[in-house]
């Protein structure tokens, strides 16, 4: 319990992170002065002291009930027992801390250091602003602590009123024979949950918006960026000139447009790490299946078909008469396709052998195939009239301690038409970082080398590896050489927002790339591009002209968008049990060997092409 005496001196128990091992410890906390003192019992010694001069304090936008106090480069963590005690809690904090901060100034004006100043003209000036600074933060503060009061009166009060009213309607659902009254209760029930949540929304908007003003420019990497039936095997596809035609027929016009998906990320997404490592215990890690709940509702193909998004640079490319031009537009579309990976810490589902995705775009046609089940390899080629590229990924995957890394070993390379020259683009890992412990954020990192095999001209891009506290993060910079090495362009930029190319001799720069304005409510759709919102659209019109193995048809997937994981969940399972069925037969019987619609052609082993 909370008690403020006539001394100005306010104390009680709160809850103090410790440490991952120990969690959350109750401890006893005290603010007297400008000072908050923490003990583990009232009658026990001092633990600790913090000054609240310099410090800034913070409320959680993610915990109701958490208080964050940084001072001094350490975050001293600490949780309240209830909304209203938080919100108490934090107006004493910034009452004291104001209090502090006011009585400094009357220091700086003294006549003793007036005398010594010898009347510098402005003295008077600096002295004004400080005080002025103090009234407006303290005015500022005390109408924000008003506001945060009320709302937690209004959350105090509907709690208590919460309890009464379940157990009303739980009587009325008994007691009530008309379908009206059993209705009437339930949106009464649905108003009322609606209340809570409208209510704690505005508490943690509130808090967060604190939250931005008093750390503005410290969140660095932040600001840088600021279905098939089961019982059907996938891999029975339609003959190959039907499947052509097929693909002809599906045109980007007669496909709408979609701008979001079915249904908004679930709050069952939420879950750390060790629930998975808890979901392991007693099972065969072997044929251990990843929870649906750290699974986005697309596809690895569909996935790699996202660099589309940006395939205009590689038309620009195809239309420049300058060589060198030329490879800054193709090695800045392998920067831009990684724009897509912001944010977006969870995987792609994992194909089936024989699983195929096909886009037709505006003048152009991709077509992606699962090749490979062990290793997992997927190949894509995409062509039109000005291009063609074509890809395979085969990653190699490594653990350490806290990230994972997906290293690509396979090739990319585009062919520019007019030209007739060919790019192979090397490209950087891919890491999933904070998996264990901390925020879990997406990064890329590497040298990467673009190379025109006519010319000899290379592109050397450096993905920077983000540091601490987000340094560098998203940072790309690299050089375009000539045939003889001389470096004649720079190139700078992010691979989130923009790209731009600085020709040495003259200083002239020009901007390559701009991403995509995001679409509205994007954090709810998984972080997800407006262009990748289409590549899982499955219309009338495309499910006529679709193959059966295409990865649209996959219900897993499809359940998962629609917002139903449960479903989600024993579907893919289903799948997967499935696929290893079917990879045991073919292990016994010779003729059951998957035949890929993509071949490798032989003067390039790196190709892969669909047969036409």
């Known amino acids: 319990m909370e008690t403020k005496d006539s001394k100005g001196r306010t104390e009680g128990y709160l809850l103090k992170w410790i440490n991952m091992w120990k969690g959350w410890k109750r401890r006893y906390f005290i603010i007297k002065d400008s000072f908050l003192i923490y003990k583990e019992e009232s009658s026990k010694t001092v633990k600790g002291t913090i000054s609240l001069q310099d410090a800034t304090i913070k409320m959680s936008a993610k915990d109701a009930l958490k208080i964050s106090i940084n001072y001094s480069g350490v975050v001293l963590k600490l949780k309240a027992c209830s909304i209203p005690e938080k919100v108490q809690w934090v107006n004493w904090l910034r009452q004291a801390q104001v209090a502090v901060r006011k009585s400094i100034v009357p220091r700086l004006s003294t006549p003793g250091l007036e005398e010594d100043k010898k009347g510098s003209p402005f003295d008077d000036v600096d002295t004004k602003v400080q005080e002025l600074d103090v009234i407006l933060e303290e005015r500022f503060q005390a109408r924000n602590d008003q506001v945060l009061t009320r709302l937690s009166k209004v959350y105090s009060i509907h709690t208590c009123m919460e309890d009464t009213l379940k157990a009303f309607i739980a009587q009325v659902m008994e007691v009530a024979d008309s379908e009206s009254i059993r209705d009437l209760a339930e949106k009464l029930e649905a108003y009322s949950n609606q209340l809570k949540l409208e209510t704690l929304d505005a508490l943690q908007s509130l808090g967060q918006k604190e939250d931005q003003s008093q750390t503005e420019g410290a969140k660095q990497r932040s600001q840088s960026s600021d279905s098939v039936s089961l019982s059907e095997e996938f891999f029975d596809t339609a003959n190959e000139e039907e499947i052509s035609k097929n693909l002809d027929a599906t045109v980007r016009g007669d496909v709408e447009h979609r701008v979001g998906l079915p249904a908004k990320r679930s709050d069952l997404n939420k879950i750390s790490v060790w629930q998975v490592l808890k979901d392991m215990i007693g099972k065969d890690l072997t044929h251990f299946s990843v929870p649906i709940y750290f699974i986005e509702p697309i596809g690895m193909m569909q996935k790699m078909a996202e660099c589309l998004a940006y395939e205009d640079l ?299």
């Open 314 to 612: 590689l038309r620009r490319a195809a239309h420049h008469p300058d060589s060198l031009m030329r490879l800054a537009y193709v090695a800045t579309f392998l920067i831009a396709q990684y724009s897509c990976t912001h944010k977006r810490t969870k995987k792609p589902f994992n194909p089936i052998l024989g699983e195929t995705f096909e886009y037709v775009g505006s003048g152009y046609k991709f077509f992606c195939e699962q090749v490979s089940h062990h290793p997992p390899i997927s190949a894509c080629h995409c062509h039109s009239d000005l291009y063609e590229f074509w890809m395979h990924t085969h990653m190699k995957f490594s653990f350490w301690g806290k990230t994972l890394e997906g290293v690509p070993l396979g090739s990319m390379n585009v062919y520019l038409k007019p030209y007739k020259e060919r790019y192979i683009l090397g490209r950087p890992a891919t890491a999933a970082c904070n998996v264990i412990i901390g925020n879990m954020y997406m990064d890329n990192y590497g040298e990467t080398t673009t190379v025109n095999t006519k010319t000899g001209e290379k592109a050397k891009i450096n993905y920077n590896r983000c540091g601490w506290f987000g340094k560098n993060y998203a940072l790309v910079n690299g050089t375009i050489c000539d045939a003889n090495g001389n470096t004649v362009y720079e190139l700078t930029g992010t691979w989130i927002d923009s790209v731009k190319l600085k020709k040495i001799s003259t200083g002239e720069e020009t901007l390559l790339w701009k991403s995509h304005p995001l679409p509205p409510e994007w954090e709810s759709f998984y972080y997800f591009p407006e262009f990748t919102y289409q590549l899982n659209n499955l219309t009338p019109a495309l499910r006529e002209v679709l193959p059966p193995t295409d990865s649209r048809f996959r219900s897993d997937q499809r359940a998962l968008e629609n917002g139903n994981l449960k479903l989600a969940q024993a579907e893919k399972i289903k799948l997967e049990e499935m696929q290893r069925a079917m990879r045991k037969e073919r292990e016994k019987n010779l003729s059951l060997i998957h035949i890929c619609r993509c071949r490798r052609i032989e003067r390039c082993r790196s190709r892969w092409s669909p047969y036409h």
